[in-house]
């Protein structure tokens, strides 16, 4: 297979992905006014407890400006808090409140009644597209380190 080939079946799978990532998630977010990417925060700072602003665009992989945008809605709406450091206070955490947590759980509690039926017994399958998709960001890694 020619580079170039690979490279548009990367980008037209990546892309239908996405579109089917949203499409699946969109009920359960919705549902509970928030964005894709503001469900990616919400995510993150349930997996990691706290993050600086920094931080956390680096984890999604996003430019601090945006990230820093969305956690004002995201204060705004109730869902995290920014908390000083008492020993430097020009750091700034960022954390889930009690309504951000719950509603983190009841978009995980969606997900998986909506998925649990395709999941079960096809370990297998799934182990493979994990593997898979490991080898994929080997690659680009391995791309990225001769630049």
């Known amino acids: ?66 990230i820093s945008a969305m956690c004002k809605r995201l204060e705004g709406q109730g869902y995290i808090e920014r908390i000083r450091n008492r020993k430097d206070e020009r750091v700034v955490f960022v954390v889930l409140t009690k309504q951000g947590k719950e509603t983190i759980l009841e978009i995980e509690r969606i997900f998986s009644e909506r998925f649990s039926v395709h999941l079960e017994g096809k370990e297998e399958i799934f182990e493979g597209i994990i593997l898979g998709l490991q080898k994929l960001n080997e690659l680009l890694i391995a791309i990225k380190s001769i630049e």
């Open 1 to 66: 297979m020619e580079a170039t080939e690979f490279k548009n079946i990367v980008f037209d799978y990546t892309r239908k992905i996405n579109e089917n990532l949203n499409s699946v998630f969109s009920p359960a977010i919705e549902s509970c006014g928030l964005t894709m990417m503001q469900t990616r925060i919400l995510m993150e700072l349930y997996n990691c407890d706290s993050h600086t602003i920094g931080s956390l665009a680096e984890s999604i992989c996003s430019a601090g400006a945006n």
